[in-house]
């Protein structure tokens, strides 16, 4: 981990000098320059200081570069089709997804599927009808439903207007096969 990088990093950027963390911290010029440097470490204690001079959480201080903010532009989200769906990737972190899901009339997911899991939907324009097991309701525009998706579940469009629909799935596992 480049801790001192990071704290020279946010200093620069906040238009600080050293003198002035010096000043701020009560820690030494010199002590500052060898912990930007990453020639030595701070305690957690002075690192704590460090953070509050810094106004930043201690946290973030300790985060590698890959488990920082993930940022997607709108312009560069991946698209794909699955079952004549037109899916737009948002964004993903660990076993959490999220996707726009366009389901043009009379579409579906397919058949009823099952996977590791649980999904979160929130209806976004039209009318679709969620079945999972025994259960099926139809829902409109702002309605939301989430399910355990290891139980066979289907999402369809039954009107002739397009659906769209904001879907999240979190699994341990890798979903290549469901999107």
């Known amino acids: 981990m480049e801790l001192g ?6 200093r620069n950027r906040k238009k600080l000098t050293i003198a002035q963390m010096s000043d701020g911290t009560g820690l030494s010029k010199g002590f500052i320059s060898n912990v930007e440097n990453n020639n030595t470490s701070p305690s957690i204690n002075t690192l704590q200081t460090i953070a509050n001079f810094l106004n930043v959480p201690m946290p973030y201080l300790l985060l590698e570069k890959n488990e920082h903010m993930q940022v997607v532009k709108k312009d560069e989200r991946r ?6 769906l037109k899916i737009e990737h948002l964004t993903s972190r660990g076993g959490l997804r999220m996707m726009i899901v366009e389901f043009p009339p009379g579409a579906s997911m397919g058949e009823a599927n099952a996977h590791e899991g649980e999904e979160c939907h929130l209806v976004l324009k039209g009318t679709v009808l969620a079945e999972q097991g025994e259960d099926t309701v139809l829902l409109e525009k702002g309605d939301s439903f989430s399910w355990n998706a290891s139980v066979p579940h289907f999402v369809k469009n039954i ?10 799935i979190y699994t341990d596992t890798e979903l290549n096969d469901i999107f």
């Open 159 to 168: 009107t002739d207007e397009s659906a769209i629909v904001l879907i999240s």
């Open 5 to 10: 990088t990071k704290i020279r990093a946010i």
């Open 79 to 84: 698209n794909s089709t699955y079952n004549n």
